[in-house]
């Protein structure tokens, strides 16, 4: 027996409050035709938080408890489907109600954990050869507002070899959204992606919900064996949404307005990523844009408290400096034998690049060995950093040796000679 | 026995408010009954016959008026033989253990037993008759790498207590009677191998503090000789992300010279915790001989576990040390990250709407901190044994900002700071502790004053390096020019260490001494060289050579060639 409550108390922000009783903490409720789901409750007053915004609810709306908690449905028809944060269908396809699955579920044991050790390959040289994604890794692209993150998204959801791809949009632009969507349904990824978009104009609740929803649908795929990638962008906009309702809530900011908890809703959220021993794995790859620029803003700054590296995305380009991914040592000994090496090797002569490159402009002469380095900056930066180069890691490590081989002598690169002989370009001899 | 009970009447995140219908005291362990599940939580705080707790689990599904079940007694830990190579969560609940139980996820509301059902083979060291205290050790089990003492409950008034019965040597499980023990007035305890004692109150069984003066050895360069740690004192390891915080504690619990390990990982990834397990199974303890999992336990209550039990957590972390720092021996605490621990009582502060602090940090934040370094300490035990607990802490100061609360409140109540900076761990400077900006005020293993010195060579050399930037090489003379040098040589061919070198992973402090003379002798001599791109040469061919000394195997014939080759180096440009 359901009963329904026709007297609402009280509406602020996003929130109302009813006197019920016999109600659950988290359950979920329909206030109008909006769901909402209990937040607080004290004695018999109940507080509502309204997913679809509290504009227009009225104080003698009927509020019906549903006796369950926040829900999405769970199976293969999910592929290929774009909902909403409340998990309700925005491309005209029927609605999807059988095997509902919690959201928001509890954290796996530590003890249950393997150590990572597959790389996951995205076809992308700066970060296939540098800084190597690996399964169950929980990595943000760090970028300013303005870079070309979703694109980069996108490249990656379509060339990555993962089973199922579940793409979370939060604040998304109605234009990225469309991108996305056109981008995925034209290179064929759409029939293995759920997407669930919150775009700018939707309702701010819905926002705080879209990482739960794709992460908790993540889940269930790997532990039916599938290798998912779950994409998030922008977590800047989740963050400014769990920072709305926490002032509604009269909650004691903490830092620039931000509530206290900050730092558990993200590592609540980014350590759904995992291994599963036995069955598949969830690999998170968020984007979080940087006000101003600014690492040390709250949301950058607690991300990489949690996240296992991040990539910074400058200029168009994934910055070498910065840019770390901290599982990388766990599978680039297993690549090829030159990756490690050539890989220190390069990034170390493009840092010497960037120390010419400073020289030069405050009018210093250059030697004979700075225009080596200048000649071989150009080259790293058009053949391998530029975002457009798509070629599988093998091909970029070939190709790094061939730009080596084009700038320097053999001994100039401080590689150990064993691996010159192997793999120094044949063309050239060694000096 | 009947306990008290209460109702539930209102949930606000973690903390339920709960009508009480008895006595209770505050910081009482309750437990809520949701379903068929019990949720444990904690009694913060009393207010006009509301209870409110924190609660160490999500509180979904929680109504008004669910029934509440008070314990009537504090958080507490369970202290018994089987602790050693465990890993627990905040809460002391073994986490493998859960994981046969429950599978990949943690459920909410399953407490196992922290300490295995096992038997053990106990000898007693005491007779029927016999006058014992608490922490007195009544009898032996042997655990692994050493013995461990079965002791009188803590918790018992200290007064002379008469054995009344006690087992002989036999197996025994760990939840047998092992004895009998009587107070003055005739009252009688039973005793087992197990009893448990509130995690927020210090173990005080010693007869006195000492002054901790002896240095605890971390086989790290920098720390050992620059900035050291003691047996029995704390440190702090603040840093941003990425500066490698983490892999330096872990390079401490390798390597430091104390009989046990506690790892306490507070809010801090999951990931870190699996290397750590499978890095240690490997490991051998070059002190035992035995995998360094036998000398460790882990407390891990990793960012997505709830924010309560990882309040918990530091103070099980300690609670563990200090009990195995009653059996005499000498424990280093390690948790990581103290600003996690912060953060968790500043979301139950919100929620209890205290009026915040700084960045809304509560008001008692320093108190507490300061509470739990004081539980570190070098005590000198009633029969007479030294024994110690070292605490260090990592902290991650919000935008790697080392003037916020947590900072500057670890700051002012340990011994010694190690500051990571962004700047060297950037130019891949490890290990990247900041070697001006940080200090210690404990005793180096080598000679303070020339430590000093050595540090005034450095600073002046930074300070020269700074100069050069703006009125470039060609302004700056030839003696400031190798003194600059000097320094960067000191930082390059002492202070960074290679972690991933077998040898010079660890240094041990024999060795260090050695290669301090040497550095201390180069670094303070005048050399007879003019031409600036000769001294940068010659000092470049210096490091070369100290780098690949430091890669030779200590107490070898190749280690003292080495050495001799150095000398011979550069004595031959000393100007006299």
Known sequence: ??????????????????????????????????????????????????????????????????????????????????????????????????????????????????????????????????????????????????????????????????????????????????FFKNTLEKSGAMGRTVMFVHTASDPTVECTLVPDMSLAVAEKFALDGKKVLVLLTDMTNYADAQKETAITMEQVPSNRGYPGDLYSCLAARYEKAVAFEGAGSVTILGVTTMPGDDVTHPVPDNTGYITEGQYYLKNGRIEPFGSLSRL??????????????????????????????????????????????????????????????????????????????????????????????????????LT | ??????????????????????????????????????????????????????????????????????????????????????????????????????????????????????????????????????????????????????????????????????????????????????????????????????????????????????????????????????????????????????????????????????????????GELVEVLKEFTELTDPRTGKSLMERTIIICNTSSMPVASREASVYTGITLAEYFRQMGLSVLMLADSTSRWAQAMREMSGRLEEIPGDEAFPAYLESVIASFYERAGKVKLHDGRIASVTIGGTVSPAGGNFEEPVTQATLKVVGAFHGLSRERSDARKYPAIHPIDSWSKYNSIVDNDKVNEARGILKRS??????????????????????????????????????????????????QKREFAVIYDIITRRYAIEDKNEIRMFFNELRQKLLDWHTIEFNTKAFEEHENAIRTFYMQKVCE
Not at chain 1, 370 to 395: A, C, H, Q, S, W
Not at chain 2, 91 to 107: M, R, S, T
Not at chain 2, 470 to 495: F, H, N, R
């Open chain 1, 328 to 429: 990388k040592q766990n599978v680039n000994g297993k690549t090829r034998n030159d990756h490690r090496a050539l890989m220190d090797c390069m990034i170390k002569l493009y840092s010497a690049y960037k120390e010419s490159l400073e020289k030069k402009s405050m009018g210093f002469l250059m030697s004979e060995w700075d225009e080596k380095l200048l000649k071989y900056g150009k080259l790293f930066e058009t053949k391998l950093m530029d975002l457009r180069v798509n070629i599988p890691l093998e091909e970029a490590l070939d190709l790094g040796w061939e730009i080596l081989a084009d700038c320097f002598l053999p001994n100039e690169t401080g590689l150990k000679t064993a691996l010159l002989q192997e793999r120094w370009p044949k063309d050239l001899t």
């Open chain 2, 1 to 270: 026995m009947s306990y008290v009970t209460g109702k539930t009447t209102g949930v606000n995140g973690n903390l339920v408010s709960v009508l009480i219908d008895g006595s209770i005291k505050k910081n009482e362990v309750g437990f809520i009954l949701v379903g068929d599940k019990r949720l444990k939580g904690e009694v913060i705080r009393i207010n006009d016959g509301i209870a409110d707790m924190q609660i160490y689990e999500m509180t979904e599904g929680i109504k008004v008026g669910d029934t509440v079940e008070f314990t009537g007694e504090l958080m507490s830990v369970e202290l018994g033989p089987g602790l050693l190579t465990q890993v627990y969560d905040g809460l002391q609940n073994p986490l493998p253990n859960l994981a046969e139980k429950c599978g990949y996820f943690l459920e909410r509301g399953e407490y196992l037993n922290p300490i295995p059902d096992k038997d053990w083979e106990f000898t007693p060291k005491v007779a029927v008759g016999d006058i014992v205290r608490p922490a007195d050790a009544i009898g032996t089990v042997p655990e692994g790498i050493f013995n461990h003492e079965i002791m009188v409950p803590f918790d018992l008034s200290y007064e002379d207590w008469t054995v009344e019965s006690i087992v002989p040597k036999g197996i025994y499980n760990v939840r047998d009677e092992i004895a009998v023990i009587k107070d003055r007035k005739g009252n009688t305890k039973s005793l087992t191998m197990v009893f448990s004692w509130p995690i927020k109150k210090p173990i005080t069984c010693y007869s006195e503090r000492l002054q901790p003066d002896e240095t605890l050895i971390t086989q790290i360069r920098c720390i050992d000789t620059f900035l050291p740690v003691a047996k029995g004192g704390t440190f702090c390891v603040p840093g941003p992300f990425g500066a490698g915080k983490t892999v330096l504690q872990h390079m401490e619990a390798k390597n430091a010279d104390v009989d046990i390990v506690i790892i306490t990982a507070c809010g801090e990834r999951a």
């Open chain 1, 1 to 178: 027996m359901q009963k329904i409550y026709t007297k609402i108390e009280s509406i602020i922000g996003n929130v109302v409050t009813v006197r019920a009783t016999d109600v659950r903490n988290g359950d979920l409720a329909l206030v109008g035709n909006s769901y909402a789901n209990v937040i607080k409750l004290d004695n018999d007053m109940v507080y509502l938080q309204v997913f679809a915004g509290t504009q227009g609810v009225s104080t003698t709306d009927s509020v019906k408890f549903l006796g369950r908690s926040m829900m999405v449905s769970y199976s293969e028809h999910l592929l290929g489907r774009v909902f909403n944060g409340t998990g309700v269908p925005r491309d005209n396809g029927p609605s999807l109600t059988e095997n509902m699955i919690p959201i928001g579920g509890p954290s796996v044991n530590p003890a249950k954990r393997i150590v990572p050790k597959t790389m996951i390959r995205t076809g992308i040289p700066m970060i296939d050869v540098f800084n190597t994604l690996v399964e169950s890794q929980k990595l943000p692209i760090f970028s300013a507002s303005g870079e070309p993150y979703n694109e980069l998204l996108a490249r990656i959801a379509m060339q990555t070899e993962v089973d199922v791809i579940v793409l979370g949009g939060m604040g998304l632009k109605y234009d990225d959204y469309l």
């Open chain 2, 462 to 511: 930074i300070e020269i390096n700074q100069m050069m930037m703006v009125i470039g090489e060609e302004g700056t003379s030839s003696d400031d020019y190798a003194l600059y040098q000097k320094g960067e040589l000191l930082d390059a061919s002492y202070l960074q260490q290679n972690s991933f070198d077998p040898v010079d992973a660890a240094c041990e402090p024999a060795r």
